[in-house]
C-alpha cells in the first residue's frame, strides 16, 4: 500500500505576514478583505483566509485596522495548530513601519537569540516579509507616513509554558518563527526516507562527495561562504547518525556536514540525533571542552549558565575561542568516525550567527576541494 503524503503547513511567521499584509490594505483602502495572497520566503505561493476582522473608525477616517490569520500546521503534530495570529496596524507620525509585540508574543530577555535583548521574539525573515508586505501595500496607495504593526498570539502566554523558550530566555508568549515560511511534517520516518532520497539523488548524479545540512541556515552558510548551492546539500534534519548510516549503505565516497553550532556542539558528546527532545547538553558539553582547553574554571561555569552557543562564544577571546573550538572539533571528529565504524570518511565544518566559520575537522578542507573538483567534472 502507498503511503498516504504528510501534508505541510504554514508558520506563525506566515500568519503574521498575511495578517499584516490584509490589516494595511483594509487600513489604506477602507475596504473589509477576507482573503488574501502572499508569496513566502522561499517563494511558494498562498492564499489565506482572514478573519476576526475589527475596522476602528474615527469619522470617515478608518484610525485602526486588526484581522488575524489561522494557522495550520498540517500534518505536524505542532501545539500551535490552530491558533489566531493578529496584525494589530495604525497610522503613527513620521514614516517610520515600526513592528512589535503584543500579547503572547514573547520578550528576548537573553543574549545569543534572533533579536536583541527587550525585543519581542518576532525573528528576522518574518519581520523582513512583514515590513515587506506594509511597504508594498503603502507604495501601491501613495502613502508615504509611519505604520505603527503589532503583532498578537492571545494563546501564546499558555502555549509558551509548554515549549523551551523558558528555558531559552523568552518570557511571556511564543516566538513568530518561520525561515520558508512552511511547516514540514516532522514524522521521523518521513524525514529520514526523505534523507534516503536525497542521498540517492546526490549519489545518482555523481556526488560521491556527499554535503549535509541539519538546515536553512547550514544551506545559506554554504551558498554566502562558498558558493554551493542549497541543491548541492542533503538537508538532515536532526538525523545525523541515520545520515551517516545511509550514506555508507549507498556507497558515497565520504560525507561532510556543515552546521550552526548551537546543533552540532552536540556532536562532541556523542549526540547523533540533535532534537531538543532527545538531549540537550550543549552547554556541558561546550564548558567539558573549555576545562579541556584550559578556560578558567570561572568563565566555565558562566559558560554552563548561558541560553545558547552564541551567547557563551561572547565570553571568550579569539585565543580562547580557538581553543575551546579545537577541543570541540576534535571530539567531533572522534564520535563521527566512531559512528561509521571505519566504513565512512566523514569531516565537519562548524559556523556560528556573528562570527561565521568557528571550527573544522581535520579533513574538511580537502572535503571542500575534492567536492569542488567532483562539480567541476560533472559540468564538463
Known sequence: MEKKRLRAGYTTGTCAQAATKAAVWMLLSGEEKTSVDVVLPKG???????CEIEMKRQGEKIERVSCAVRKDSGDDPDITNGIFVYASVRR?????????????????????????????????????MIRKEAEEICDCYGYEGGLEIIIS?????????KTFNPKLGITGG??????SGVVEPMSEQALIDTIRVEIQMQLANGNGWLLAAPGNYGLDFLKETYGISPDRAVKCSNFVGETIDLAAQFGAKG???????GKF?????GIMNTHSRCADARMEIFGAAGLRAGIDPAVVRKILDCTTTEEALELLGREERDAVMKELMARMEHYLEWRTKGELPTAAIVFSSGIGKIGETACAEAFLKKIAENEETIEE
Request: no cysteine; charged share 25%.
Open 265 to 269: 556542539v552536540k556532536v562532541a558528546g
Open 44 to 50: 511558494k505561493e498562498l492564499t489565506l483566509l482572514v
Open 92 to 128: 503613527k507620525d513620521g514614516t517610520e513601519i515600526k513592528i512589535d509585540g503584543g500579547r503572547g508574543v514573547g520578550r528576548v530577555t537573553k543574549k545569543g537569540l534572533d533579536q536583541p535583548v527587550g525585543a519581542a521574539a518576532i525573528n528576522k525573515v518574518p519581520r523582513q
Open 174 to 179: 511564543i516566538s513568530v518563527l518561520g525561515t
Open 153 to 161: 498570539i492571545p494563546e501564546g502566554e499558555q502555549l509558551a509554558k
Open 255 to 261: 560525507i561532510l556536514f556543515v552546521a550552526h553550532l
